[in-house]
């Protein structure tokens, strides 16, 4: 029998073992609650009721074409300004040149995305996703964010559809969850003014998986958001999936203070990384996979986090360039085999997964049987 520390997750627990939607209500006590342990195992519950003990990992490689950047977030230690001493932009055969150095047949997905730069249009990347489907037939090229789609297609001119089409047409295959921040207008005023709003984040989420590309989604936490923000995004994200059904996986991104202009706030705690982890999975009733992101959460906590809601460990994750610059400590790289390690000592088992989440080596006769839990009956 398990006995909740907070009483007040008692409705809420009962609620999740039936299989019930949560309220904003619900979440609001999910997110606040003092009993880290408790939501760990409600998160943990459904977790193990989707995917067993199955932890997903790949083999990736991010790259960043530029990060020249006409937006300056407050958020932001990765991107320059036009003109400035620390900007790069590769030509599409440097871009190419610089993934060949680690890209080879076990790589299995280029993870693409840059800052929005003002001489960088739509033509560019068809001709950068050509030739890196040139050299690299079998990989799978999930870029740019609907920040970046969005800036496109006003640089442009043109619908974001027809944005989509042309580049879905040169090899686009998905489209990763960066951008969304906290859509709530005021905290974006404080963090990402002037940049895409919420709104158009979702409309453009929407219009990709109109196209039949799937995406992922993303809430960046631990600044200046409050817990009801935090909730607020998760509902917005499960409402347009609801109608769309095209995401396939939620990354919690814990901010990284340093270098930014909010270097002055602490970042997260280990309490609120494992606590949002949990919140996502137990909001997040539609969306199949909880990503814990080990640049961004540690090796630790993302091994931890394996126990708490996620199901996914990202990735082998070579030359990642946002997190780092941000002060991030988790390293450049970490090879298939210490993945592996880390999954396997927390009790898990480890599955290589391509970016549709498909196995790359059957699993069939692994089931997903949750492991039990039984909660008091409540005084009437
Ligand atoms: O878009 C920027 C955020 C994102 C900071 O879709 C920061 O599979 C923390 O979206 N501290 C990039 N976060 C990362 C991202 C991602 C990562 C892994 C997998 C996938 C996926 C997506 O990181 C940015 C922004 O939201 N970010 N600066 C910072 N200082």
């Known amino acids: 029998m398990f006995r909740f520390q907070d009483p007040r997750l008692e409705p809420v627990g009962r609620k999740v073992l039936a299989g019930e939607r949560l309220s904003f209500e619900d979440g609001m006590v999910v997110a606040t609650t003092f009993d880290l342990l408790g939501v760990g195992r409600l998160a943990n519950f459904v977790r193990e009721k989707l ?5 997903y990992y790949n083999v990736n490689r991010h790259l960043n ?5 006409v937006a300056s977030c407050a958020l932001c230690a990765f991107a320059e300004k036009y003109g400035g001493s620390r900007g790069w ?12 150095a680690d890209v080879d047949e076990s790589v299995t997905e280029l993870h693409i995305v840059g ?25 799978h090229i999930k870029a740019l964010t609907m920040v970046e789609l969005d800036f496109l297609s006003q640089r442009a001119k043109l619908p974001v559809e027809e944005v989509v089409l042309r580049l879905k047409e040169a090899g686009l295959d998905s489209c990763p969850g960066g951008g969304a921040e906290i ?52 509902i917005k994200l499960r409402e347009l999936q609801d109608q769309t059904g095209g995401f396939q996986c939620f990354i919690p991104l814990a901010f990284h203070p340093a270098h930014t202009r ?13 606590q949002t982890v949990a919140l996502a999975r137990l909001m997040l009733d539609n969306i199949p996979h909880i990503k814990a992101y080990w640049i961004m959460l540690g090796h630790k906590t993302a091994q931890v986090a394996l126990h708490f809601g996620a199901n996914d460990l990202d990735g082998t994750v070579v030359d990642e360039r946002i997190t780092y610059a941000a ?23 480890p599955v290589e997964r391509d970016t549709l989440y498909r196995p790359r080596v ?19």
């Not at 074409?65 to 950047?69: D, G, H, I, R, S």
């Not at 404080?190 to 929407?206: F, M």
């Open 51 to 55: 995917h067993g003990d199955i932890t």
């Open 65 to 69: 074409p530029t990060n020249v950047c």
């Open 89 to 100: 932009t590769y030509s599409v055969e440097q871009a190419v040149e610089v993934a060949a």
């Open 115 to 139: 800052g929005l730069h003002p001489k960088l249009g739509v033509e560019y990347y068809e001709e950068l996703f050509r030739a890196l489907k040139a050299r690299f037939p079998w990989i």
């Open 183 to 234: 859509f709530a207008p005021e905290v974006r005023a404080q963090i990402c003014d002037h940049k895409t709003s919420g709104e158009r984040w979702l409309e453009v989420a929407r219009i990709v998986h109109s196209l039949g590309l799937k995406s992922n989604c993303t809430m960046l936490y631990g600044h200046v958001e409050r817990p009801e923000h935090r909730v607020d995004h998760l």
């Open 262 to 274: 909010l270097s002055h706030l602490p970042g997260p705690t280990g309490k609120l990384d494992l």
């Open 327 to 349: 002060g991030g400590q988790a390293g450049k790289g970490m090879p298939r085999a210490e993945l592996e390690r880390l999954i396997r000592e927390a009790r898990r088992i």
């Open 362 to 380: 059957p699993i069939a006769g692994l089931p997903a049987v949750p492991r039990e839990i039984t909660l008091p009956t409540l005084p009437s």
